[in-house]
């Protein structure tokens, strides 16, 4: 599949991963990523989770934009309704959803991205995640 961006389709491919990843270890559930190149105009992976409280949907997307920042990848934009039951955050290659349980059932996005290649985000078993910094603190530099 053809990418719709410039930048690195690895790279690209290994921060959706990670990102599913980030979701999973802030404790979101039923974690989708699919591969939409060559299938949507917007993006070229989709991520969705469900998340088990409005606190805690919000501090998944800060988690993945902190992500995002230490990468280089700043959000292009993020967006929530006003109860806090979707979450948006947009990187433009990857789009992040993050649902409550019932409004993720409502608008169903796995049946609009029906044709999208579901991939396999999870580690390798034995493998742990990454220590998480404290909130607050700033990232460590390569060098």
Known sequence: MRSRST???ESIRAFAVEIARTLSDSKCSDVLLLDVRGRSQVCD???IGSGTSQRQMRSSAQEIEDLGKARGQH???????????WVVVDFVDIVVHLFEPDQRLYYDLELLHADGKRMD?????G????ARAPRGAAPKSEG
Request: aromatic share 12%; no cysteine; proline share 15%.
């Open 7 to 9: 930048s690195d389709a």
């Open 45 to 47: 992976f989709v991520v």
């Open 75 to 85: 959000p292009y934009r993020t967006n929530s309704d006003d109860s806090t039951t």
């Open 121 to 125: 985000w999870r580690r390798p078993e």
């Open 127 to 130: 493998e742990r995640p990454p």
